[in-house]
């Protein structure tokens, strides 16, 4: 099994080989995504036909991590039922979302917990729902399918973020009662992930990345921001330093703290025990540390949440969400 991870700058692979994990990040042709949508599945085709040979990866079961844009999430409680009857009423779960026909859309469920009575007898569902438009899952098998990969599965990217947090052993992430935050710094967005323990509680996403960091590298270099893209991860010349380059970084660190801050404030009988940085941003050492300045509660990378054959690897905080995708593969 194979995990893959489509951002809005680079594509990320995690392949299973024997008793380890490896983790493949390579940087996607200019505007190959756009609005976290794929602009050409042709063109993506046949670069994920050259990174699979190029990085002679043998394996082709597939599991595709879907973004937020991409899916329809949301947790539902419903009465006691059977799977014919749940296969039935899940469209309905997503009438406000949804507003073209819902015969459109692929449904699925993971179970997140049943309610018992006292006598054993079974009340009450709390599931996990996700939809997702048929022509987009079409797209993507026949697109994988043409890079030489079988799509075996696609998976919200908060159950995603999820299995890293159930994955983990022997961690904070296992402390009863506490909550998680994880926060995928991105290419075009930053996603950040609220958990009661390892469940999933919600998410927000901020409508802002390191693409902004681009723009600012390139008018200070007079250069174009795909290829000022590649200076922020060497910080050529220091261009990290730039006052205008920092002052983003603690843009993005502050409107994360926002929703900290608000969770908190809305949750004063819960406490936050760690939050976990992921992404492209994640490997930028400024961006990193005003979020450590302006956080209020312990942060540290998603190397914690990782299995060990994952952990500490050089592609490891890019390809966590890649890693969470194997595992979920793996899981079926």
């Known amino acids: 099994m194979l995990g893959i991870d489509i951002g809005g700058n680079n594509c990320k692979i995690a392949v299973r080989e024997g008793n380890n994990i490896r983790m493949i990040s390579e940087r996607m042709p200019e505007n190959m995504v756009r609005d976290g949508e794929i602009a050409s599945p042709e063109t993506m085709a046949k670069f994920l036909s050259e990174l699979r040979e190029e990085n002679s990866i043998r394996e082709k079961n597939a599991t595709l991590v879907l973004n937020s844009s991409q899916v329809f999430f949301r947790h539902v409680t419903l009465p006691p039922m059977n799977i014919s009857e749940l296969t039935l009423n899940l469209p309905y779960e997503f009438r406000d ?150 002052a983003l970084c603690d843009r993005m660190a502050m409107e994360v703290s926002k929703v900290v801050n608000f969770h908190n404030f809305s949750n004063p009988e819960r406490e936050i025990g760690q939050l976990c940085y992921m992404g492209g941003g994640a490997c930028i050492p400024q961006v990193v540390q005003s979020l450590s300045d302006m956080v209020s509660v312990p942060v540290t990378s998603v190397d914690v949440l990782l299995p060990p054959e994952a952990s500490g690897h050089e592609n490891s905080l890019v390809c966590a969400l890649a890693v969470a995708g194997l595992l979920e593969g793996e899981s079926m």
Do not use: W
């Not at 681009?214 to 220091?238: H, L, V």
């Open 97 to 246: 979302f949804i507003t073209n026909d819902p015969s459109d859309y692929v449904y699925d469920y993971a179970v997140d917990e049943m309610k018992k009575d006292e006598e054993d007898k079974l009340v009450q569902m709390e599931l996990y729902a996700a939809a997702v438009s048929k022509p987009i899952v079409e797209s993507y098998t026949e697109m994988l399918r043409k890079a030489g990969f079988k799509l075996r599965m696609v998976t919200p990217a908060p159950m995603a973020y999820a299995r890293l947090l159930r994955n983990a052993q022997g961690t904070p992430a296992e402390e009863e009662g506490k909550d998680y935050v994880l926060v995928d710094i991105g290419h075009g967005a930053i996603v950040v992930s609220l958990f009661h323990g390892t469940r999933y509680d919600s998410a927000r996403t901020i409508d802002f990345g390191c693409n902004e960091l681009d723009g600012i590298i390139a008018d200070i270099k007079g250069i174009d921001p795909y290829t000022a893209s590649s200076y922020k991860y060497t910080n050529f010349e220091g261009v990290l330093d730039d006052p205008a380059c920092l």
